[in-house]
């Protein structure tokens, strides 16, 4: 796989299912597509032996692709599976506390930064990236206006990556890529994927390899 450092790259967020091996599947053909620099496996509903033997299914398969698998859930199961990192869904305390607890060992990043204020305190404890937009969040072709915002005046100032959820449609990564984040998340927009997920990710790495502004360029 080609890893592309100087501009925007994908990160998957594995959709809820209640077909664990279709999921694995579908999470492999995806992962042939094309670049994919992490994905992000949450917890959902699940308690935490069902989301560990779910996790202990989907991690292999992503290190395997060369991306890195992050757990957002349990720390406990992100240990257990030998996950890469942890993605902390709290607030800036509980950040904080993941980043003292599991770095430099893990991977570890947040989300719920829906405004500058908190963005701020997050980026404090000095997390390996900060998310904007809810794993979740891809309710719409577009990604959210307010998440482009926040990524750009962030990608402007703080030299920590940033992580912004983008839209259903595949075509959503451009508009991502141009506030300057280093990272772009896709959920619906690639399993949902009518053409299939790997057909998704190869279309968005190329969208990103002939739109997406070079850092440092």
């Known amino acids: 796989m080609t890893i592309v450092d100087d501009r925007c790259r994908l990160v998957l967020i594995v959709p809820q299912s209640g077909d664990a091996q279709k999921q694995a599947t579908d999470l492999e053909g995806a992962l042939r597509g094309g670049d994919v620099a992490?994905?992000?496996?949450?917890q959902y509903d699940l308690d935490d032996a069902s989301f560990q033997k779910w996790a202990e299914l989907i991690v292999p398969i992503v290190q395997k692709a060369g991306a890195a698998a992050l757990i957002a859930g349990d720390s406990r199961v992100a240990s257990r599976v030998k996950a890469d990192g942890l993605h902390v869904a709290g607030n800036a305390e509980a950040l904080a506390e993941a980043v003292e607890n599991f770095t430099p060992k893990l991977i570890v990043g947040g989300g719920n930064a829906d405004d500058r204020h908190k963005a701020l305190e997050m980026g404090e404890s000095n997390p390996d990236y900060v998310f904007f937009g809810k794993l979740e969040g891809d309710i719409k072709p577009e990604a959210h206006p307010k998440n482009l915002a926040l990524g750009e005046w962030w990608a402007s100032m703080i030299e920590i990556p940033a992580i912004v959820m983008g839209g259903t449609d595949p075509s959503s990564v451009v508009a991502v890529s141009?506030?300057?984040v280093e990272f772009v998340a896709m959920r619906g927009g690639?399993?949902?994927n009518?053409?299939?997920a790997?057909?998704?990710?190869s279309e968005i790495n190329a969208l990103l390899d002939e739109k997406a502004p070079r850092f440092g360029g």
């Open 38 to 42: 992490s994905v992000i496996i949450p």
């Open 178 to 180: 141009e506030t300057g």
């Open 190 to 192: 690639v399993f949902d």
């Open 194 to 196: 009518a053409a299939g």
């Open 198 to 201: 790997a057909q998704a990710v």
